[in-house]
């Protein structure tokens, strides 16, 4: 299976980006933060606290987490359930972020991201695919961009769901979450050794779609990425 992780920093555009070249090559798009919302979801609905490691590990046995593509569309189901946008809230992004520095959530989790990726051709967005769960992905692509083109387009971002925010604001707090990111303990988002360094501050997203795939063949060589489906149409 053809295993490609994208990560990076907010804002730098690896979903948009994720979900696009996924869409384009037909294969499955892998976003691997729905699974620490879901269990971040999951305590709150229990009253936990979210930073509480041994009330995490007491709850990871009673949850069972199903990743299903339908559509080609991912949906996470807890202990059946879809949590659709109840995970997509603010609320849910901390309580995310708070498990995810969990070591017993992450071992969790871990087997469920391998799974996946041994049964599709996958492109996975993280902040540890390259490091942690697909080590030997023949594609890892860092993207960045510089903190002023990644707040910019946040800031758009915000504005077009109807949130009042100053590009000051965003910039301030982008780059303290970029520090807290990539200074954690477990996992940090830091780039595998082996991965490409893609900085798209001056590329929109057709632009980063196609340097991805300029990586991709030059990584895998053109025959194998002619044989996956509907690499002709791009
Ligand atoms: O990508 P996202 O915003 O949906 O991720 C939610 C949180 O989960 C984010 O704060 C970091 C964490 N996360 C992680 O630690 N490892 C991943 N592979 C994906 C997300």
């Known amino acids: 299976m053809i295993q490609i992780a994208i990560e990076g920093p907010g804002g730098a555009g690896k979903s948009t980006v994720a979900k696009a070249l996924a869409k ?19 305590a709150l609905s229990r009253g936990l606290d979210t ?35 109840r995970i997509r809230t603010p609320e849910a992004s901390m309580a995310a972020s ?8 992450r071992a969790f989790l871990l087997d469920t991201q391998r799974r996946i990726a041994q ?9 540890d695919i390259g490091t942690v769960i697909l080590p030997d992905a023949p594609v890892k692509i860092f993207m960045t961009a510089s903190p002023e ?3 910019r387009r946040r800031t758009l971002e915000l504005r077009e769901k109807g949130m009042e925010v100053r590009y000051e604001d ?21 780039p595998a ?17 196609d340097a991805v795939i300029a990586v991709m063949k030059e990584k895998l060589g053109e025959d194998v990425i002619d044989e996956m489906k509907g690499l002709s149409k791009l």
């Open 51 to 85: 930073k509480d490691a041994a009330a995490l590990e007491s709850l990871l046995p009673e949850i069972e987490i199903d990743v299903r593509f339908e559509n080609g569309v991912q949906s996470v189901y807890l202990n059946g359930e879809n949590l659709g946008d």
């Open 149 to 151: 083109a990644r707040a």
């Open 193 to 209: 050794a082996d991965a490409v360094m893609l900085d798209n501050s001056d590329l929109d997203i057709d632009g980063t779609v």
């Open 170 to 190: 965003v910039l301030r707090e982008m780059n303290e979450r970029d520090a807290q990111d990539s200074g954690r303990a477990i996992a940090p988002a830091i």
């Open 119 to 127: 049964k599709n051709h996958v492109v996975m967005d993280g902040r």
């Open 98 to 105: 708070n498990v995810s520095a969990i070591p017993a959530v």
């Open 24 to 42: 384009s090559l037909g294969i499955v798009y892998v976003d691997t933060g729905a699974l620490y919302r879901t269990v971040g979801v999951a």
